[in-house]
């Protein structure tokens, strides 16, 4: 079944009601930001490639009113007690875990000088969590996003994404890439977010045609490799960079793996031959795009996914599932293309349909994804949406 994105008023409403509810006092400042998918460049975000994700349209939004202390009262609609915050001790990451990414948004922008003064704040959400649609950047993004408000000054887009990151990497102790804060940040209705990640640069490109649409399916499995699964690969792309004799990537070629396949060993030499293709594959897809070819991405998406599960191996038997019900549901069907998206080894897959038949195929993809493993999937359709933003602004 596909389910309904929750109207981004509909948030707003929830979070204002919320917020009086909790702490008995008007919302004065309204921030959101998108949760994320990537829709071709997987793994190589550490490898100095490209990524193409684009800001979905599910949003966390945070609603607040400053409370003239020094203190932050803070409360999630997930549950949980309102948490307090001495706004004058963020030195360090602390309990409950999930404040951390608050606490380092805040420990940002006092680094760089801003005096934050207390606030209370209600959080809603409709970006499923751990499903590899990176609510937790968009809580940082949004949180970031309110502080602008409250404060009254405007990050740069790139700093802000970067102050976010931050957070991630010091309070949540998450080494991740650029991607899900930039994508988060940078995020624009009918535009993916290319980032070249050399230079840590993003560009947008445009996805214009309204006809088609991105169904996004949540698996609903996590498998427990992934975190030391996620750090070995890692290592494997330094090992198989070294001995390629290589400062990156992007100076590598198809031809200097396969001449080299048999000193890197296996399974390093197919790690190389992913990193080598997905690069080569981004930068196809960003080139269809522009063309407008979008039947072009099918192989592409398709090739993606193929490397992921044999050479680079993060896929799992459920993504594998989910992207082949996909393939077989087919052009006849509306499907243009299909692959895992995210680090893997659980988490969501990406087809991409034509949009008026996006109800069939998500029926379709439900029903045989839960014949062929027990499992209720999640699926929504979105196509890319607005980043980060404030929604009201009162000083
Ligand atoms: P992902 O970013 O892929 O959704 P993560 O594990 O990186 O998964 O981030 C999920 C974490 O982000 C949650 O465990 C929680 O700490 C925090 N988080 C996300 N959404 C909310 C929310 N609505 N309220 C409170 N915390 C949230
Ligand atoms: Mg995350």
Not at 301 to 316: K, P, T
């Amino acid at each position: 079944m596909l389910q309904i994105n929750p109207p981004l008023n509909e948030l707003v409403s929830l979070a204002k009601k919320g917020l009086h509810e909790l702490f008995g006092v008007e919302a004065t400042h309204l921030a959101a930001a998108p949760g994320r998918v990537n829709l071709i460049g997987e793994h190589i975000d550490y490898c100095d490639g490209f990524v193409l994700p684009f800001a979905i349209e599910r949003y966390l939004v945070i609603a607040a009113r400053p409370n003239d202390t020094m203190t932050a009262r803070v409360a999630s609609s997930l549950g949980g007690e309102p948490v307090e915050l001495d706004l004058t001790q963020l030195q360090e990451p602390a309990e409950p875990k999930w404040v951390n990414y608050l606490r380092g948004v805040i420990r940002g922008f006092q680094d760089r000088g801003y005096e934050i003064k207390g606030f209370d704040a209600l959080i809603v959400s409709s970006i499923p969590g751990g499903a590899g649609l990176s609510s937790s950047a968009a809580l940082e993004c949004a949180m970031a996003t309110l502080l602008e408000g409250i404060l009254g000054v405007s990050l740069e887009l790139k700093e802000k994404a970067l102050l976010c990151q931050k957070a991630e990497h010091n309070f949540a102790f998450v080494p991740c890439g650029i991607m899900d804060q930039f994508a988060s940040t940078f995020g624009k209705e009918d535009h993916l977010v290319m980032i070249d990640c050399q230079s840590g640069e993003p560009q947008w490109v445009p996805f214009m045609n309204r006809d088609l649409t991105v169904l996004i399916s949540n698996t609903m499995v996590h498998h427990e490799l992934s975190d030391g699964g996620y750090a070995l690969r890692r290592k494997h792309t330094e090992q198989a960079l070294s001995a390629l004799g290589k400062a990156s990537w992007r100076d590598v070629s198809e031809q200097d793996v396969l001449t080299m396949w048999d000193q890197l060993g296996d399974p390093v030499n197919r790690r190389a031959r992913h990193v080598v293709g997905e690069i080569a594959r981004t930068m196809a897809a960003a080139k269809v795009l522009e063309q407008g070819d979008f039947q072009a991405l099918g192989p592409l998406m398709a090739a993606s996914h193929d490397s992921l599960r044999d050479d680079f191996e993060v896929s799992c038997a459920e993504l594998d599932a989910m992207v082949n019900i996909a393939r077989s549901i087919g052009n006849e069907g509306g499907v243009i293309g299909a692959r895992m998206t995210g680090g893997g080894f659980g988490g969501s897959t990406v087809t991409l349909c034509e949009a008026s038949a996006a109800s069939v195929i998500a029926k379709k993809l439900a029903s045989e994804y839960l014949l062929q493993t027990g499992i209720t999937a999640q699926i929504f359709a979105s196509r890319p949406a607005r980043g980060a933003h404030l929604l009201e602004w009162e000083k």
